[in-house]
């Protein structure tokens, strides 16, 4: 099945437009698991356990593991993933961009290595750093659009002076990735919940596309201006939570805690629908 119609499947499944970001940060592990770099697995599994049924993806974020050297234990996460939750599609959130030969390895890392349906890219380098991920049939690419945080105001709003209508840099990436690069039907695009007037800019531009959207919870983006600015029947949204999830409890309850969590933010981001 490809990433689209994993998506397509796992929302109609769980319900769900929410994707469990797996970010494990051992120093806010609970109990005597606090500070062990060795209890990621367990701690991440426990999560994807206590809320597999809730939510239409799951993304790991890659440098939460290779900081700690743990990238055995983000292949063993994958693996478990496809045991536990086989229904739901794995996002993995890496931000790689680069020249096509580099580019060509870190595909071959997201997909071959780690099995991921989808990755997260920055399209600063242009069309040939993207393409290579494309080659992958099936496989899902979302490149950072309008990103949930405030320094994204420094490129992303900048006037492209040269292109006709003069859009803003992160429209033009919205242009691109609805039309011309987005050969296979295999682009999405990132965009904040911190700036839903941004999420309804881009929808408007590119109304079919899948949009990843963090930044509800932790930071604070509104969960349902959120989806009133991006849901659309013919284009998803997934939107993702991470800290507010994985540490809802710092005690032995974690996972307990983490699926109340999600179930919450589950059930107000499907009642916001309009
Ligand atoms: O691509 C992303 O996932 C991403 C893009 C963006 O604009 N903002 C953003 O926060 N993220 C990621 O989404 C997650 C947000 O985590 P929380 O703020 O804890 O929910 C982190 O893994 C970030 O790296």
């Known amino acids: 099945m490809n990433f689209t119609d994993m998506l397509r499947a796992a929302g109609a499944q769980n319900q769900s437009m929410l994707c469990v970001g797996l970010d494990p940060e051992p120093s806010r592990f609970p109990g005597a698991w606090r500070g062990d770099a060795q209890r990621i697995y367990e701690f991440c599994a426990a999560i994807v356990d206590a809320t597999a049924d809730l939510v239409v993806a799951f993304k790991p974020q890659i440098a939460y593991f290779a900081a700690h ?140 596309v899948p949009l990843l959207i963090p930044g509800v919870g932790a930071q604070g983006g509104d969960a349902l201006a959120t989806v009133r600015a991006g849901w659309r029947p013919d284009g998803p949204i997934i939107v993702n939570s991470s800290r507010a999830i994985l540490y809802a409890s710092s005690g032995d309850d974690f996972a307990e805690a983490a699926r109340r969590e999600a179930m919450k933010t589950r059930d107000v981001l499907q009642a916001a629908r309009p």
């Not at 780690?114 to 690419?141: H, I």
């Not at 911190?194 to 590119?206: D, H, L, S, W």
Request: with cysteine.
């Open 69 to 208: 050297r743990a990238e055995d234990q983000l292949e063993q996460l994958m693996a478990h993933m496809r045991v536990r939750a086989p229904q739901v599609p794995i996002i993995l959130d890496a931000k790689r961009g680069d020249i096509g030969s580099t580019a060509e390895q870190y595909a071959r890392e997201a997909f071959e290595r780690y099995g991921a349906d989808a990755v997260t890219l920055s399209p600063f380098m242009g069309w040939d750093s993207v393409k290579p991920y494309l080659e992958y049939p099936g496989k899902g690419a979302f490149l950072l659009c309008r990103t949930s945080n405030p320094g994204g105001d420094d490129l992303q709003n900048q006037r492209l002076a040269s292109v006709d209508g003069q859009p803003l840099l992160y429209e033009h990436v919205a242009q691109l990735a609805q039309g011309p690069w987005n050969l296979n039907g295999q682009l999405g695009l990132v965009v904040g919940a911190t700036y839903p007037a941004e999420i309804e800019r881009v929808r408007a531009i590119a109304p079919t």
